[in-house]
């Protein structure tokens, strides 16, 4: 355990979709950054159309630069404020795939997820997304209700 300078959660990985769970998944994940020194990375999955050219998956890139944007920037001054590294990163295919993907390629320590879904079916199951990067990522995952 000495060996860790800065505590576990030195690289935090927080899925976002624009949802409200999903801001408040960033709020925890930079509130844990502020107290353990990581870093953050906000990342974005967009959905490709099925199949999908390599011109209509640049357009779907633009479309969700576009459509993420807003929800960055007012996540990157939270981050700024308190001066939590942050970097953003939107990719292209299946939100769970990708998650996992990018927290195993990028050496995260913790997923951080905002809770989806209402009805009685989605409570047990979470969401596919979040169930999925909770049974396959190979590092912690925390849903924020």
């Given at each position: 355990m000495s060996g860790m300078r800065h505590g576990v959660?030195?690289?935090?990985?927080?899925?976002?979709?624009?949802?409200?769970?999903?801001?408040?998944a960033a709020a925890v994940a930079l509130s844990i950054a502020a107290c353990m020194d990581s870093e953050v990375l906000?990342?974005?999955?967009?959905?490709?159309?099925?199949p999908a050219t390599s011109v209509e998956l640049s357009?779907?890139?633009?479309?969700?630069?576009?459509?993420?944007?807003?929800?960055?920037?007012?996540?990157?001054?939270?981050?700024?404020?308190?001066?939590?590294r942050l970097t953003t990163q939107i990719a292209v295919g299946?939100?769970?795939?990708?998650?996992i993907h990018r927290a195993e390629a990028g050496?995260?320590?913790?997923?951080?997820?905002g809770r989806r879904g209402t009805?009685?079916?989605?409570?047990?199951?979470?969401?596919s997304v979040s169930e999925r990067v909770l049974r396959y990522a190979h590092c912690p995952v925390m849903v924020v209700r």
């Amino acid at each position: 355990m000495s060996g860790m300078r800065h505590g576990v959660f030195r690289r935090i990985l927080v899925g976002y979709d624009t949802s409200a769970q999903s801001h408040k998944a960033a709020a925890v994940a930079l509130s844990i950054a502020a107290c353990m020194d990581s870093e953050v990375l906000l990342f974005a999955v967009a959905r490709p159309p099925e199949p999908a050219t390599s011109v209509e998956l640049s357009a779907v890139l633009d479309d969700a630069r576009e459509h993420f944007e807003q929800g960055f920037k007012s996540i990157e001054s939270e981050a700024m404020k308190n001066g939590i590294r942050l970097t953003t990163q939107i990719a292209v295919g299946h939100p769970a795939e990708q998650i996992i993907h990018r927290a195993e390629a990028g050496g995260i320590d913790l997923v951080v997820l905002g809770r989806r879904g209402t009805s009685l079916f989605e409570k047990w199951i979470l969401g596919s997304v979040s169930e999925r990067v909770l049974r396959y990522a190979h590092c912690p995952v925390m849903v924020v209700r």
